[in-house]
Structures are given as C-alpha cells and as structure tokens.
C-alpha cells in the first residue's frame, strides 16, 4: 500500500500508568510504527505522563515514537 502508515494505538485510563509502562519498555527501539496512547482523565487532572510527547495539530507522524 502507498503512503500507508503503522500505527499502534492504545487506550488506558489513568488508573493504567504502571502497565502503559510496561507495553512501552517492551517495545523495541526501532519499532516500525508510531505509537499513539490515548489516556482518559478528568478536565482538571494534571499531564499523567508529563515526559511525554504530546500531540500537536498537524505534526507529521513519525516512526518510532510514542
């Protein structure tokens, strides 16, 4: 397929941290595919995963991230 993209995406809560930890520190650093974790909180709850890349509209899609 062209142009297609591998993408991974992940739904949690934000009782999940201890296992989204988990999935990523096991997947391989050069993973062939863009990781997007999507993580249910409250309006007023503080970034859960503060070190992460948050997404921004319209960035570009790139391999190998989470």
């Known amino acids: 397929m062209s142009g297609g993209r591998?993408?991974?995406v992940i739904g949690s809560?934000?009782?999940?941290?201890?296992?989204?930890r988990q999935i990523c520190g096991g997947l391989p650093s050069d993973l062939p595919a863009a990781v997007f974790i999507v993580?249910?909180?409250?309006?007023t709850s503080p970034r859960v995963m503060p070190a992460a890349a948050y997404a921004r509209h319209n960035e570009p899609i790139r391999m190998g991230r989470i």
Do not use: R
């Open 39 to 43: 993580v249910h909180t409250g309006p």
């Open 6 to 8: 591998n993408i991974i």
């Open 13 to 20: 809560s934000a009782g999940s941290m201890d296992a989204l």
